[in-house]
């Protein structure tokens, strides 16, 4: 006769599932950054190395918080990755300038995760970036990937080509869902996913959902 209760049983059978789960996700992040850096290997040997050595304390953290998420999306545990509704159209037509000045001039933080709207060739996403520099005085800031905004969500910089266009968006539960899930918009609408890079999934388990109403 055995000697484990029942719910001794249930937490036994409840850690089981939470192992294999925790074992397809940091799987399906490994492929898919292994899969990214194979694409865009950086030419400095030393570069690479310290990426590869840093990817299982990075995928491991995020397959972690990717289990214990209090966030109001859900989780693929199949292709490790954020999955909600999608907008019929791109969250960008609701960006308001002002809002965004009055937003930024007030909250702005440093490592904040934030969206930018990104319109490459016709083909719309909401990337998740951070802030990293803060001038007040001079009305912008600085984001680590994409550069220099005004605060009313203008870019300042050069696009990479003319048919290019960025707008930092204020860091809402509409659009960061959309940047967490990968969303994309073409002409015809809706599009297919993109997946996340491992820098902006690391980033999303830093927003604050809490904060956000509805």
Same mark, same amino acid.
């Given at each position: 006769?055995? *000697?484990?209760?029942?719910? $001794? $049983?249930?937490?036994?059978? /409840?850690?089981?599932?939470?192992?294999?789960?925790?074992?397809?996700?940091?799987?399906?992040l490994?492929?898919?950054?292994?899969? /990214?850096?194979?694409k865009? /290997? &950086?030419?400095?040997?030393?570069?690479? $190395?310290?990426?590869?050595?840093?990817?299982?304390?990075?995928?491991?953290?995020?397959a972690?918080?990717?289990? *214990?998420?209090?966030? &109001?999306?859900? #989780? *693929?545990?199949?292709?490790g990755?954020?999955?909600?509704?999608?907008?019929?159209?791109?969250?960008?037509?609701?960006?308001?300038?002002?809002?965004? $000045?009055?937003?930024f001039?007030? @909250?702005?933080?440093?490592?904040? &995760?934030? &969206?930018?709207?990104?319109?490459?060739?016709?083909?719309?996403?909401?990337?998740?970036?951070?802030?990293?520099?803060?001038?007040? *005085?001079? %009305?912008?800031?600085?984001?680590?990937? %994409?550069?220099?905004?005004?605060?009313?969500?203008? +870019?300042?910089?050069?696009?990479?080509?003319?048919?290019?266009?960025?707008?930092?968006?204020?860091?809402?539960?509409?659009?960061?869902?959309?940047?967490?899930?990968?969303?994309?918009?073409? @002409?015809k609408?809706?599009? #297919?996913?993109? /997946?996340?890079?491992?820098?902006?999934?690391?980033?999303?388990?830093?927003?604050?959902?809490?904060? +956000?109403?509805?």
């Amino acid at each position: 006769m055995s *000697d484990t209760s029942p719910q $001794q $049983q249930v937490d036994i059978f /409840a850690n089981d599932n939470r192992q294999r789960h925790f074992a397809e996700l940091c799987n399906a992040l490994y492929e898919r950054e292994l899969y /990214a850096l194979g694409k865009k /290997a &950086p030419n400095n040997i030393k570069l690479l $190395q310290r990426r590869l050595s840093g990817l299982p304390y990075h995928i491991k953290n995020a397959a972690e918080y990717l289990l *214990d998420h209090t966030a &109001p999306i859900e #989780v *693929d545990i199949h292709n490790g990755s954020w999955q909600a509704k999608q907008s019929a159209k791109c969250v960008v037509q609701k960006h308001n300038s002002e809002k965004s $000045q009055s937003w930024f001039h007030s @909250h702005a933080s440093m490592g904040l &995760p934030v &969206p930018v709207y990104v319109n490459d060739m016709g083909i719309e996403s909401i990337e998740l970036d951070s802030i990293d520099r803060i001038e007040q *005085d001079s %009305h912008r800031l600085h984001v680590n990937k %994409h550069g220099w905004f005004h605060l009313d969500g203008s +870019f300042e910089g050069e696009p990479s080509h003319p048919h290019q266009k960025k707008v930092l968006l204020l860091p809402n539960k509409l659009n960061l869902t959309a940047a967490c899930c990968g969303h994309t918009w073409n @002409h015809k609408g809706k599009s #297919v996913p993109r /997946a996340l890079s491992l820098r902006e999934l690391l980033l999303s388990t830093k927003i604050n959902w809490k904060t +956000f109403k509805g």
